[in-house]
């Protein structure tokens, strides 16, 4: 009899957590992630003087190197947070150095999600949706087709980004070969809501979520532009959940 009461109180319980469900949560803190990448001359703090909220936010940092031939990477990740077929909203708070120097323009990434293609022999990390910044200017984009056959949705431009302040930035994506749709707010404004559009390479892997400075510009230009070898971002208040309020940093 205890056995077959069981699966009812289980059923009960589920029904109990349907709407705001935090499934990650970080307030700005080296411990609670399931991995970090950290390239060659950077480095991930926790520290208590620049916070958006709390008493903790991560410094991450990277340092150009003109001999270093790999790629320039400071984040922190949180495996699996969504796969082909499922939603969610993710979010983070960033700041940019006070002295950022935005020009000439270059990108630095600060969130993707990733996934290890290596046995399909056509790719291996394959970052999917990326939210980076080219000289003051907010850019996103989607990935769909296949691994051996991507196609990339580019969305330019969709905002202005300032040194020295704090800035929200929250996704929320249906992860869809077909019919899916992205929608990003930064600061609280909707910047991009496109509907009925690929969000997703048609494979069910999980995709892992990575908040950091990644200097990809460095690596893929094979260059530095402008003089400023040494870049800070801090983060805080990351998050994954299933309403808007979950994952914008206001708000938790
Ligand atoms: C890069 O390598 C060259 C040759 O070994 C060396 O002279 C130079 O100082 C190096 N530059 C940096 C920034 O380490
Ligand atoms: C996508 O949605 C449109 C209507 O919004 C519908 O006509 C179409 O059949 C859908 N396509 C797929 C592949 O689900």
């Not at 609670?32 to 950290?38: A, L, P, R, S």
């Not at 620049?50 to 990477?73: C, I």
């Not at 984040?75 to 120097?101: H, P």
């Not at 609280?188 to 400075?213: E, Q």
Request: aromatic share 14%.
């Amino acid at each position: 009899m205890f056995f077959k009461s069981v699966p009812t109180i289980a059923i009960l319980a589920s029904g109990l957590i349907a709407s705001a469900t935090q499934t990650f949560s970080n307030t700005g803190t080296l411990s609670g992630w399931t991995g970090q990448t950290i390239e060659h001359k950077g480095s991930i703090r926790e520290v208590t003087d620049v916070v958006y909220k709390g008493n903790t936010a991560l410094e991450m940092t990277q340092v150009y190197d003109p001999n270093w031939s790999g790629r320039f990477h400071s984040e922190k990740s949180k495996t699996a947070v969504y796969k082909l077929g499922g939603q969610g909203y993710y979010g983070f708070a960033f700041r940019l150095q006070d002295d950022w120097q935005f020009s000439p323009a270059q990108s630095y990434n600060l969130g993707q999600f990733i996934a290890d293609f290596t046995d399909t022999g056509c790719d291996d990390w394959m970052p999917a949706s990326m939210v980076w910044i080219l000289g003051n200017q907010l850019y996103t984009r989607v990935k769909y087709g296949s691994i051996c056959s991507q196609r990339t949705r580019t969305f330019e431009k969709v905002a202005t980004v300032t040194a020295g302040e704090w800035h929200r930035v929250t996704i929320q994506a249906n992860w869809q070969t077909h019919n899916g749709s992205y929608t990003l707010w930064f600061d609280g404004n909707k910047v991009v809501d496109v509907h009925n559009i690929p969000t997703m390479i048609n494979d069910a892997r999980p995709f892992d979520y990575h908040v950091g400075i990644y200097a990809n510009g460095w690596h893929d230009d094979h260059t530095m532009k402008g003089s400023q070898g040494t870049r800070q971002v801090h983060f805080d208040q990351i998050s994954v959940g299933t309403t808007f309020a979950d994952a914008d940093p206001s708000q938790w």
